[in-house]
């Protein structure tokens, strides 16, 4: 079953790819390294999911926008390689950063949303290595904050 397939059988919807909005590029290809700059989470309609964890969000809110952080990236990936995540042979590494409290403790729990989705997509290829990190705040406010590196065919 080809990745697509998966997005089809699992009713995924990617969201647009935009393009950055400051002095960066949202994703980069060196060598067989496709690197993803840090997708912020953003619901389903393009709205920004604010808030600390911990504070104002509860773990599984901060599931649920890592989840659309993974979908940011899958997307951001499709479109660099042109429609053919094919392309794609494994995923390296994801590093999540939460927007918590200094109290909070479930970082790992919040960036499983976004390595469940992975997964979901790129099946045993979306196998990762993964840093879980706790900041005190995030660009706009968000909640969490992911990046991406995945090998290429």
């Known amino acids: 079953m080809t990745f697509q397939?998966?997005?089809k059988k699992n009713n995924i919807i990617l969201p647009n790819a935009p393009d950055p909005v400051g002095s960066y590029?949202?994703?980069k290809i060196?060598?067989?390294l496709l690197f993803i700059s840090g997708q912020i989470s953003m619901d389903e309609k393009g709205n920004l999911?604010?808030?600390k964890l911990g504070n104002d969000l509860s773990t599984e809110d901060g599931y649920k926008?890592?989840?659309r952080c993974a979908l940011s990236i899958v997307a951001q990936a499709n479109k660099i390689l042109k429609n053919d995540l094919n392309k794609i042979k494994s995923c390296v590494k994801l590093v999540g950063f939460v927007n918590s409290n200094e109290n909070y403790t479930e970082q790992p729990k919040v960036i499983n949303g976004a390595?469940?989705?992975i997964v979901k997509i790129f099946?045993?290829?979306g196998m990762h290595t993964r840093a879980a990190v706790s900041?005190?705040?995030l660009p706009l406010g968000v909640a969490v904050e992911v990046d991406a590196i995945f090998e290429l065919n």
């Open 49 to 51: 999911i604010k808030g």
């Open 65 to 67: 926008a890592a989840e």
């Open 115 to 117: 390595s469940d989705t």
């Open 135 to 137: 900041v005190n705040s």
């Open 25 to 27: 590029v949202a994703s």
């Open 30 to 32: 060196s060598g067989n």
């Open 123 to 125: 099946g045993d290829k």
């Open 5 to 7: 397939e998966n997005i």
